[in-house]
């Protein structure tokens, strides 16, 4: 090595040497590598500062590779060179050793068997490397053509050879001769908006990459790579002198760095490779291991990836502050082509915002608020200038109480909920500058809180934001045309900055102890009785809040075909203009939630009740509706319809029999003579009426499949277990039979897509025919589940729970089972219901990410709700036991599956 090289206290380099001499070396080189592995490994877990580990690493490594490299003969003229990373002097414990093989001069042929050798004998002690060999001219002219090689050249030092090689590389390829700061940094800023966008542009993704996504390791990298290679220096701290980093910036970015680089040495480790996500699994570990225990509150994995969150986002904050610096004093060169005097505290030059003076926010602090009601009331305004933004970040902390309490204050902040241009934005951009969260305590402690779940797809502070970012864009018309109720519903609002402030506040109480609906309520009734609301308006936010979920429960828990239902909610709402705000809220709320999630079933659910409350409200709601009134009335329909077919009266009473008023009360006419007649067309032959089409007002929103059965027993288990071997999922299930044992079941149901299929013509028959099948010749085959787990589904080991109650209105007694979601499972839960003599009446089935919250309608064998708690107890215990055994089967088959990978 050709500089004094790092005391090493865990490697005896003597006795190592002597180890060599006295036997094989390969065997030598091994066992002190995986040595120093085991120790490396030994001082992470025990706590040591990881910036230490990461640096002794590549100290290490650089001894094997320079007594490897002497064990051959080498003249001057070549160099054996880190690069990349391990040239900066990092290395994780799977990460690349990144090496380059520097000739002065194209002389392959002279070094080839040397440099073979030594490439093999890396392999053989089992070092992972990547390397390259090349000529100086080589890599000059391979970091003219690619940038990324360019890159890898700054970061370059010696391990072993003539140093005076490496300084004509750096002449070389540096930007007096190739690369010149302008063209590499609108290069690397541009890799950098590919690289974030690939990631979703967000810092929040549930399973982040810690190196690539935006806030991860590489957009340090990047600051760093662009910086140095303007100002020509060799490391970040000396760009405080240079004035492109303040000393308070420099610790920040080295804190993050080190927790970005002890997640990152945890996932190695835990992975046995070098995979950069940060998996659901190994978050729980790393949390355990980095000592977040849970409590009442919230998990430990919730408290370490708030952490996490909230370090990546104040990286992104300092990155994207110092590129916008860099754009200015590179390419703009601090040129200015216009400038317009906003006020006597702002003026916009060349579309960017800034401070007219360097002590605004230190006489005006108001102004910290203000420069965001500016941005949100000209739409000209790109963004704010770097400088502005550190005088932000430099003078946010003048945000108190004494300012939360400036009438003035209150009135700039109600003025920015009322701005007319892209109101998300800026209160994203006052959340990443530290505004939002000091004006409102209340929102900063939710900022980086992430829910461990599949369904919350976004921690609650990005959550919220996209809740009013939804909002807004319902004034689009492609958004009202995907959304055409809602849309409307939200332009005829009276005062939309009521619904704003519902959903800022809405979570706002996430992951404090008790329903955090309540507390919400009673933080945004402060915050407008502080903000100068009328009592009208703060009774109607606040009720806003507490009821966020009332609309969503209703719509996929309850059967909202069901007068009494509807006439219950529209009790609750109480008014149009409260069920209007609940809409829009609601529809924005789900879809900020998880995209994915919002399915046309379920937006034709939520439309479906909206309407009829509103229906109702007209109608009063002194006058509900009588259930028996509503089945007579849909019957007197149906059979009007029928005789229009030439079926009379007495044949359709034949079908129906002594079906419960409930089928003809889910159901609608239309349906009921489509049913009917089909049947009566069957006449006495054994195999199953099924009829499949799309449902839907104007676009299909799930496919209908409609089955009718003489004698058959099981059928839904039968059912359910076909369906998901075609992998369809049932939205929906309205199961009815009669005393004869006749079945009137109706599924909905959506394909692998979330879409309805009622238009492919092969695949319906293709499943009529084995429903048709399946429930005429049943088997133990039927209930095999052929589709497996997911690998994210696998790692959440929530345990099942069923809760029991009856319901004397609909003569039921109802099970609600939440547990995680799996192939298979109403099958299994209907086999459950064969065993105990149940008859399934109806099910409400949602789907809320990792975990279902299912609700089964039951009774006995006489139609009647469960009176034995003995029974009901029994089902309730069994329900749990046989879900939670077969989760624990996922979960082993898991394990088992990783451990073969590995072997």
């Not at 990881?50 to 003249?75: K, V």
């Not at 945890?266 to 949390?287: C, M, N, S």
């Not at 952490?307 to 754009?327: C, G, N, P, T």
């Not at 932000?392 to 945000?399: C, F, S, V, W």
Request: charged fraction near 25%; charge should be negative; hydrophobic fraction near 40%.
């Amino acid at each position: 090595m050709n500089e004094a090289a790092p005391l090493l206290l865990f490697f005896d380099e003597r006795r190592f040497l002597a180890d060599i001499e006295q036997g094989d070396d390969i065997t030598s080189f091994r066992n002190a590598i995986a040595a120093a592995n085991r120790h490396f490994d030994t001082r992470f877990y025990e706590g040591e500062h990881i910036d230490n580990l990461i640096y002794e690493r590549a100290q290490f490594i650089d001894r094997m590779l320079s007594h490897a490299w002497r064990r051959f003969e080498w003249d001057k003229n070549i160099s054996l060179l880190a690069v990349g990373g391990y040239g900066r002097g990092e290395l994780h414990p799977h990460s690349d050793i990144d090496l380059l093989i520097l000739m002065r001069r194209n002389s392959h042929k002279r070094y080839q068997k040397n440099i073979e050798g030594f490439l093999t004998f890396l392999w053989d002690i089992q070092l992972k490397i990547g390397h390259s060999v090349r000529s100086l001219s080589q890599c000059v002219e391979e970091a003219k053509r690619d940038i990324t090689v360019a890159t890898t050249l700054m970061e370059t030092r010696v391990i072993e050879g003539d140093r005076a090689l490496l300084e004509a590389l750096q002449q070389k390829t540096g930007p007096r001769k190739i690369w010149p700061s302008e063209k590499f940094f609108v290069a690397k800023r541009d890799e950098q908006i590919a690289r974030h966008k690939k990631h979703g542009n967000t810092e929040y993704n549930l399973e982040p990459n810690v190196k690539e996504a935006p806030g991860g390791l590489r957009d340090i990298q990047t600051i760093n790579w662009v910086a140095k290679r303007h100002y020509q220096v060799t490391s970040l701290e000396e760009l405080i002198d240079k004035g492109f980093l303040t000393a308070k910036e420099y610790m920040q970015l080295k804190r993050g760095q080190s927790f970005l680089w002890k997640v990152r040495y945890g996932v190695h480790l835990l992975a046995e490779r070098a995979d950069e996500r940060l998996l659901f699994d190994h978050q729980r570990k790393l949390a355990a291991q980095f000592g977040f225990e849970d409590t009442e509150e919230r998990m430990g994995v919730e408290k370490f990836m708030q952490q996490y969150y909230q370090a990546v986002l104040v990286l992104r904050e300092i990155s994207d502050a110092m590129l916008q610096y860099l754009d200015e004093v590179i390419l703009k060169k601090d040129k200015t082509r216009e400038t317009t005097v906003l006020n006597e505290r702002f003026q916009v030059r060349d579309n960017f915002i800034e401070t007219v003076g360097d002590n605004v926010f230190a006489t005006h602090p108001s102004a910290l608020l203000e420069i965001f009601c500016l941005l949100g009331e000209h739409s000209n305004i790109e963004g704010i200038r770097a400088a502005t933004i550190r005088q932000i970040r430099q003078y946010r902390a003048l945000i108190d109480d004494n300012f939360r309490n400036d009438p003035g204050n209150k009135a700039l902040f109600m003025r920015l909920l009322s701005c007319p241009n892209l109101l998300s934005l800026q209160l994203q951009r006052m959340t990443r500058y530290g505004v939002l969260g000091r004006y409102l305590p209340e929102f900063g402690r939710i900022i980086g809180q992430m829910q461990h779940d599949l369904f919350h797809i976004y921690p609650v502070d990005a959550h919220t934001l996209q809740v009013i970012k939804n909002m807004r864009r319902f004034d689009r018309p492609e958004v009202a045309e995907r959304f055409p109720v809602a849309a409307h519903t939200y332009k005829n609002l009276p005062k939309p900055e009521l619904l704003y402030i519902a959903g800022l506040y809405h979570d706002i109480a996430k992951g404090r102890r008790g329903d955090h609906s309540s507390l919400g309520a009673e933080e945004v009734t402060r915050f407008a009785e502080r903000h100068g609301l009328s009592d009208q308006e703060t009774r109607l936010v606040a009720w806003l809040v507490e009821h966020h979920l009332l609309m969503s429960s209703t719509s996929q828990r309850e059967d909202i075909g069901d007068p009494a239902i509807i006439y219950k909610f529209a009790m609750l709402v109480g008014d149009q203009l409260h069920l209007d705000y609940l809409f829009v809220l609601t529809v924005a709320d789900i879809n900020a939630t998880n995209p994915t999630l919002w399915t046309s079933w379920k937006g034709s659910l939520m439309r479906q009740l909206y309407m009829e409350t509103r229906r109702t409200l007209e109608r009063g709601l002194t006058k509900p509706v009588d259930r028996f009134d509503w089945a007579e009335e849909t019957k007197r329909h149906a059979i009007a319809k029928l005789q229009l077919r030439d079926i009379s009266r007495e044949q359709a009473f034949e079908v129906w029999q002594d079906l419960d008023p409930e089928f003809f009360i889910r159901e609608n006419a239309s349906d009921i003579c489509r049913y009917t007649e089909a049947i009566i067309k069957h006449g006495d032959d054994p195999a199953p009426v099924i009829l499949i089409k799309d449902s839907g007002v104007e676009v299909p929103v799930a496919t209908q499949i409609f089955i009718h059965t003489k004698g058959l027993n099981n059928v839904f288990p039968i059912t359910a277990a076909c369906l998901d071997q075609l992998r369809l999922t049932i939205q929906d299930a309205r199961l009815n039979s009669n005393s004869s044992g006749n079945t009137f079941d109706t599924f909905y149901v959506l394909d692998d897509d979330n879409s309805p299929f009622g238009d492919q013509g092969d695949v319906l028959d293709n499943i009529q025919r084995t429903l048709s099948h399946v429930l005429q010749n049943p088997s133990n085959s039927v209930f095999a589940i052929q589709r497996r787990t997911s690998r994210q589904l696998k790692h959440f080991t929530l345990r099942t729970a069923a809760n029991i109650s009856n319901n004397i209105d609909l003569g039921v007694t109802m099970l609600e089972v939440v547990t995680p979601d799996r192939p298979g499972l109403l099958a299994h839960l209907g086999r459950i219901f064969m065993r105990y003599n149940l008859r399934l009446q109806g099910a409400k089935i949602a789907t809320l990410g990792e975990r279902v919250e299912d609700l089964f309608y039951l009774t006995d064998q006489n139609n009647a709700p469960l009176g034995n708690p003995e029974l009901c107890s029994q089902l309730q215990q069994t329900v749990c036991k046989e879900l939670d055994s077969r989760n624990q089967e996922d979960l082993k088959g898991e394990k088992l599956l990783q451990m073969t990978l590995i072997q």
